[in-house]
């Protein structure tokens, strides 16, 4: 069976006094995880390495980057790259995400690239995809998500796509408080499934993780997570609070 993921994407958020207090705050919950769940804390690079030392191998939890470089090395100034990612153990990198796309010009073939490094070096990419306010209100949404995965993921083997974890963040609902609602959530990601089966065949559809992302917070996370295409969350704001963060890491079941 497919995994349950919660991840916590803290953005560029906390001093290293800070983060270290929360993921021993995490921690001490002594949250028992299910077979089949994970929780992944997707810290700023500085805190990577500490981060990975506080889990100390906690079985379920893994750690993420936010971000990885395009190019493999070289005269990159200010980049990382996911051949470092890898060689301090990070497992999972977000990419994708709709603030690297607005802000930093990230576009679906640039971030293709990205995806194809991050495998190469065993990490496990977080591909997120979603739509703006007007692409929703035009109803253009399913065709606006289809685009995003066939310009970054279809060049994959279906071997190399066990390894992506897709994340569904619709725009307008990140760091907004509008948050989907279940049934425009499970619409979505029930497309999704249906595009990459039509792609890769049924099996590969079943097995992959697609998760909601988008002012999900403990009062709607039992909701989101009871939809049968969503398995589990990508979380902004709600990650920070350790108590709102266990929470939602409960209502995986
Ligand atoms: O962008 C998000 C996670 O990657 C969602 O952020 P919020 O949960 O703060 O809306």
Redesign the pocket.
């Known amino acids: 069976m497919r995994k349950k993921i919660v991840a916590g994407?803290w953005k560029m958020n906390l001093t290293l006094g800070q983060a270290e207090q929360l993921i021993n705050d995490i921690l001490q919950a002594g949250l028992r995880l299910k077979e089949g769940q994970e929780v992944v804390l997707a810290t700023p690079f500085p805190y990577l390495l500490k981060a990975k030392s506080l889990l100390k191998n906690t079985p379920g939890f893994y750690l993420a980057a936010q971000n990885s470089a395009s190019e493999k090395s070289g005269a990159y100034t200010g980049e990382v790259s996911a051949e470092m990612l890898s060689s301090i153990g990070v497992d999972y990198v977000?990419l994708g995400?709709?603030?690297r796309r607005e802000y930093f010009q990230e576009s679906n073939a640039t971030l293709a690239k990205k995806i194809d490094l991050a495998l190469a070096n065993n990490i496990k990419p977080i591909f997120?995809c979603g739509e703006p306010l007007e692409i929703r209100k035009a109803e253009k949404q399913n065709e606006y998500v289809a685009k995003q995965l066939e310009e970054s993921l279809y060049h994959l083997t279906e071997e190399q796509l066990k390894n992506i974890v897709i994340?569904y963040?619709p725009i307008w609902?990140?760091?907004?408080g509008l948050t989907a609602s279940a049934a425009q959530a499970q619409d979505m990601h029930a497309f999704i499934r249906a595009q990459i089966a039509a792609k890769y065949g049924r099996e590969a559809a079943l097995n992959i993780t697609i998760l909601y992302?988008?002012?999900?917070k403990p009062s709607n996370a039992g909701e989101l997570f009871a939809c049968p295409d969503v398995d589990g969350g990508?979380?902004?704001?709600?990650s920070l609070v350790a108590a709102d963060f266990q929470a939602i890491i409960s209502h995986l079941g």
């Open positions: 994407n977000i995400h709709s603030e997120c994340a963040e609902a990140i760091g907004t992302g988008g002012s999900a990508l979380i902004g704001g709600a």
